[in-house]
């Protein structure tokens, strides 16, 4: 089944900054990579979202890249504000599969 | 995006008791419902995958006598833990979907959680 890894387990950043969370996945037949931001006591909440058709996607402050050959792809938050401390989390599923294999998670604290 | 609602969001129980926690999709009918445990400070780790209608599909090591899911309606799924344990003291976490939305976003719709403990 699809492993997917997920780094760092936390991260620290001064407010303003960037941060960026790396995920690897296994298996090459995956097509969908979801983000998900969860906070304290509720349910994760998608941020923004990929498919294998597409490299790279924006919104806002929130970016998605995606490497198909290398099996990684990342999310990177500029611009961060306190409202971004959270934990997020990566996700994978194949074509016409709806279950997601989640990353293990980042705690990312913003510094004010 | 679609509304997933969960109820309740927390409960406490005694060892023993069984406890029914629902899962809505308020705003559209989900034929596929899926339940997640989460430990704290963990990832969310599926249970099993329900399609209105139908038996629930469990993960591996999921016991299926242990957690009972429904899927009777295309709006709503319940999943019961029979016979808890504080063990099983854990966050739930629902989400929802339907063929149509998945084939063509492939999104997800989370509910809220409930949070179980088992004294």
């Known amino acids: 089944g699809e492993n997917v890894e997920q780094h760092p387990s936390t991260l620290s950043v001064q407010e303003g900054d960037s941060a960026v969370i790396k995920c690897t996945y296994s298996?090459?037949?995956?097509?969908?990579f979801p983000w998900y931001k969860q906070e304290l006591g509720k349910g994760p909440q998608l941020i923004i979202d990929?498919?294998?058709?597409?490299g790279e996607k924006k919104d806002q402050r929130i970016a998605v890249t995606l490497n198909k050959t290398a099996k990684h792809f990342s999310l990177h938050i500029t611009e961060t504000q306190p409202e971004d401390s959270a934990v997020y989390f990566c996700?994978?599923?194949?074509?016409?599969?709806?279950?997601?294999?989640f990353g293990a998670g980042t705690t990312v604290t913003v510094r004010a | 995006g679609a509304v997933v609602s969960q109820h309740p969001s927390w409960v406490i129980c005694k060892s023993g008791t069984s406890v029914k926690i629902e899962c809505r999709s308020l705003?559209?009918?989900?034929?596929?419902m899926f339940w997640y445990r989460q430990f704290p400070k963990q990832s969310l780790m599926l249970m099993a995958t329900?399609?209105?209608?139908?038996?629930?599909?469990?993960e591996q090591g999921v016991e299926k006598d242990k957690f009972l899911i429904n899927h009777a309606s295309l709006t709503l799924s319940t999943l019961t833990v029979t016979s808890a344990h504080p063990e099983d003291s854990s966050f739930y976490i629902c989400?929802?979907?339907?063929?149509?939305?998945?084939?063509?976003?492939?999104?997800?719709?989370f509910g809220e959680g409930s949070r179980l403990t088992v004294l």
């Open positions: 989400s929802a979907t339907s063929y149509l939305t998945t084939a063509n976003t492939g999104e997800l719709f």
């Open positions: 298996d090459s037949a995956s097509n969908y």
């Open positions: 990929i498919r294998s058709n597409v």
């Open positions: 996700a994978a599923s194949r074509p016409n599969d709806y279950k997601l294999s």
């Open positions: 705003d559209f009918q989900a034929t596929t």
């Open positions: 329900s399609n209105e209608g139908s038996k629930a599909t469990y």
